[in-house]
């Protein structure tokens, strides 16, 4: 656990902030490419810029959940659950926007790198919540 401003928090939420952080870095970045330039991925079309969203949406609510005294209403899931989920289908979105491609341009480093790390998103945010013993909706143990 590290300690910032006199709160223990957990590495696994300080991974989800840091992807978010990369992620929007990322977004920035060269996505697609023509003739005359690069295309980032705010002007790349929906999947594009809504998996960043999503992905920055997960990152936040992880950062006010770890780093401030807000306190969350209490929904049908965890808190923890719905950042993997958030950043879960900011994944598919990439995914997605990886395969459909842009006006059949060639695609650049920066969407490449933001599939990586929106799936590190993920795959640590899953980690997070799992390791504090929260479980999906609807599955028992």
Sequence with gaps: ?????????AELDLGVIAAGVLLLIFSFLHWFGNKYGYVNAWDSGFF?????ELGLVAAVIAGVAALTSFQFPRL?????????????????????????????????????LA?????????????AFSSRGE?????SR
Excluded at 2 to 7: G, K, S, T, V
Excluded at 48 to 52: L, R
Excluded at 115 to 127: M, Q
């Design 48 to 52: 594009a810029y809504t998996g960043v």
């Design 76 to 112: 049908g899931a965890s808190w923890g659950v719905i950042i993997f989920a958030l950043s879960a289908l900011g994944s598919v979105s990439i995914l997605l926007k990886v395969l459909i491609g842009f006006n059949s341009a060639p695609r650049g480093i920066g969407l490449w």
């Design 115 to 127: 599939l990586i790390v929106s799936i590190a998103e993920s795959v640590v945010a899953f980690l």
């Design 1 to 9: 656990m590290a300690r910032i401003r006199n709160r223990t928090v």
């Design 135 to 139: 479980r999906l909706p609807g599955i």
